[in-house]
């Protein structure tokens, strides 16, 4: 927001020529010029000295004024932006930064750092509501199955305790990536990338998604509240030994999010399928989820992935239509959903340089997921 370095240098000083030494300098030397011009004209006029020393020193005090002026009013905003910076109110900002002086530097400065922790306290709040939504599912899951056991809907059986173990570890890795998350920023989040088969660990996504769903029961789900046990997942992986390397977990952030966005905006007892593809390179893959709801229009596919952008909420007693609603259509619905699951995948997927996207579709919304596989190395 200031002007460049000069060519002394990043550290060397700069000339400015209306700095506040210059202006200081420029004061002093007007100050002596009037006094001396009045001597002068006392001299050659005969006028008491009296009168001379008083019109010097009215002359020199306005002009003093005038300078003390431009020189603390910036600083008595700055002052007053400073405070409200320590209150909590980043959007505060500084005035006069393009200024050629040092008070023109540093009002640029406290314009840079209000832009710094207005961006620090934003990610803040995204990783607090990121961490919430992602921590959602499993605690859902996870109490479903031990209310079925409490009430006697379901025996404390072997396969019930291993469901339940199942949520409560996915419970603790998503813990444990609370520090990741806060890296995220910082492109420092490490990725545990490992080849694995497609069909089977797709179809383990497949399988919680219809146990969370039938379970819910009403609970809040990863990016809404909805008890979808209508409509039926499909899995389409060509061909079935497809394998692929990437980070299982992180893939499963992405699939288990589409999934949900896509049976939260499905028709009664529509169809969500899921197909895996292998890519160009070496254990590359692509992903894709297609579903039969009212899709997004061509012109929303730029804001589909953007954090708390939340469309209009899908109907399925209305055969899967979209009613209005005074929100951009987006990812998360309107039904108490909070926007993040679409921009979680995308995070995902980045991180393995990867793309996602929206592609055409005749029927519903179809998302594609691009992963580029060895050609990003072990990550």
């Known amino acids: 927001m200031s002007g460049p370095p000069g060519p002394q240098g990043p550290g060397a000083p700069r000339l400015r020529p209306f700095s506040i030494k210059t202006k200081l300098g420029t004061l002093v030397v007007v100050s002596v010029f009037i006094t001396t011009g009045l001597l002068m004209i006392a001299v050659r ?8 020393t008083v019109f010097s020193v009215i002359a020199t005090l306005l002009i003093t004024q005038f300078v003390a002026h431009s020189l603390t009013a910036p600083l008595d905003e700055m002052n007053t932006v400073a405070r409200s910076i320590s209150h909590g109110d980043y959007t505060r900002r500084v005035r006069g930064h393009d200024r050629g002086d040092e ?4 009002a640029a400065t406290i314009n840079r750092m209000a832009d710094d922790l207005e961006a620090q ?3 803040r709040k995204e990783l607090v509501a990121n961490v919430s939504h992602e921590l959602r599912t499993p605690i859902a899951g996870l109490r479903a199955v ?3 056991v409490v009430d006697g809907v379901s025996a404390a059986d072997p396969e019930t305790m291993r469901t339940a173990l199942k949520q409560t570890e996915r419970l603790g890795r998503l813990v444990e990536t609370l520090l990741d998350l806060s890296r995220l920023d910082n492109g420092v989040v490490p990725l545990k990338a490992r080849r694995f088969e497609v069909w089977p660990y797709l179809s383990g996504v497949l399988k919680e998604a219809n146990m969370v769903s039938s379970a819910r029961g009403g609970l809040a789900s990863g990016s809404g509240s909805h008890t979808r046990t209508d409509v039926h997942l499909h899995l389409d992986v060509c061909p079935p030994e497809l394998t692929a390397h990437a980070d299982p977990e992180r893939i499963h952030q992405v699939v288990a999010n589409l999934i949900d966005n896509a049976v939260k905006h499905s028709p009664p007892h529509g169809r969500v399928t899921v197909k895996a ?15 039969e709801g009212p899709g997004i229009p061509e012109s929303e596919w730029h804001r589909v992935f953007e954090r708390f952008n939340r469309g209009p909420y899908t109907d399925p007693a209305a055969g899967g239509a979209a009613l209005p609603t005074t929100v951009p259509v987006g990812p998360g619905g309107s039904d108490g959903g909070t926007g993040l699951g679409l921009a979680i995948a995308r995070w ?9 996207g929206v592609a055409e579709s005749t029927r519903g919304c179809r998302i594609q997921v691009i992963l580029p596989g060895l050609s990003r190395g072990s990550g």
């Open 45 to 52: 006029t005969e006028t008491e000295l009296r009168f001379i």
């Open 103 to 106: 008070l023109g530097d540093l």
């Open 121 to 123: 306290d934003r990610q």
């Open 146 to 148: 031990l209310e079925n």
């Open 277 to 291: 593809r292998g890519g160009a390179g070496p254990d590359s893959l692509t992903l894709e989820v297609v579903d």
């Open 348 to 356: 995902a997927v980045e991180l393995h340089g990867g793309r996602i």
